[in-house]
């Protein structure tokens, strides 16, 4: 009960707390952003085979925890002292024990990024149940944006479980009200949904993906409908000017699901002062009532 009082007093030594919490957490994220979509492809190979009456394929239990991580290089098994975050990276400087591979840079700033955000998110919302399902929606948000960089992807497992869970956080209204996040998951969803299927239908080409339409409604469950208007402005703004620059060489397509995931976060942490900001600039009150 002191710690619980102490954390409360001090808001500094909970941030960084949670900044450690966060580092170790980043390793962790580091094996859902690798394996996820393995299982996934395995999941929907499997799905397919069965609907076309295929024989199944036998394949080694792949899930987050078995095999133990392996240097994908030699096949050796990583110790539990070579997987502490970061700080194994830099001791090994960051190469493999056994074969001398190089790894990849990716995980310990995966680790640094989780860990910085994790400090601030508790230094931001301070102890409290708000910090809490913050942090859970960082951490969640970590995961999908490089899932979606790596693959194009954002998986059902991760996306309709938050919203879920953002209904429960609206519940006990922690960023939103309950009717504000119902609006919020159905406005966000149909916000994309609808353009991309008019665009669909106009070129036949699809512009972009079903996920992201869930993603959109994913925060408009967690930080209520007043928060769509910042999150669909400024990753819209953001993916067309990455999109004009991803034009000019060459065409590439590219996931907007970043996109969405920055600007959700920038909502979260920064939605009163961005209306401010707007409705001083314009001359118009357009954020009295938001973020309530």
């Known amino acids: 009960m002191m710690t619980l009082d102490l954390l409360r007093i001090h808001p500094g030594a909970f941030a960084v707390m949670m900044g450690i919490v966060g580092l170790l957490f980043g390793s962790f994220l580091n094996v859902v952003i690798y394996r996820l979509p393995v299982m996934v492809q395995r999941e929907l190979r499997r799905d397919a085979r069965d609907v076309l009456d295929l024989e199944l394929e036998i394949q080694p239990r792949f899930n987050l925890a078995v095999p133990n991580s392996r240097c994908p290089c030699c096949d050796r098994a990583i110790r539990p002292w070579e997987n502490l975050p970061v700080l194994s990276w830099l001791a090994l400087r960051g190469r493999c024990s056994g074969c001398q591979a190089k790894i990849s840079v990716r995980y310990p700033l995966i680790e640094l990024a989780t ?14 149940p708000q910090c809490l399902f913050a942090l859970v929606m960082v951490w969640g948000g970590i995961a999908l944006f490089m899932i979606d960089i790596d693959t194009m992807l954002l998986p059902d497992c991760i996306v309709l479980p938050g919203i879920w869970l953002g209904m429960v956080s609206a519940y006990f209204s922690i960023f939103s009200s309950l009717d504000n996040a119902l609006i919020g998951a159905c406005v966000g969803y149909l916000a994309f949904a609808i353009p991309a299927c008019v665009f669909s239908l106009i070129t036949g080409r699809s512009g972009m ?13 967690w930080l209520g409908w007043q928060a769509l208007p910042i999150i669909v402005l400024l990753s819209a703004v953001s993916g067309a000017i990455i999109g004009l620059i991803t034009v000019r060489r ?16 920038l909502a979260m942490f920064y939605g009163h002062e961005i209306y401010a900001m707007c409705s001083h600039s314009t001359g118009v009150a357009i954020g009295a009532k938001f973020f309530d």
């Open 115 to 128: 860990g910085l955000l994790s400090f601030i998110t508790a230094w931001h919302f301070g102890y409290g």
């Open 209 to 221: 993906g079903a996920g992201d339409f869930k993603l959109l409604a994913l925060f408009g469950a």
């Open 250 to 265: 060459g065409g590439e397509p590219y996931p907007f699901g970043p996109f969405i995931i920055v600007a959700g976060f």
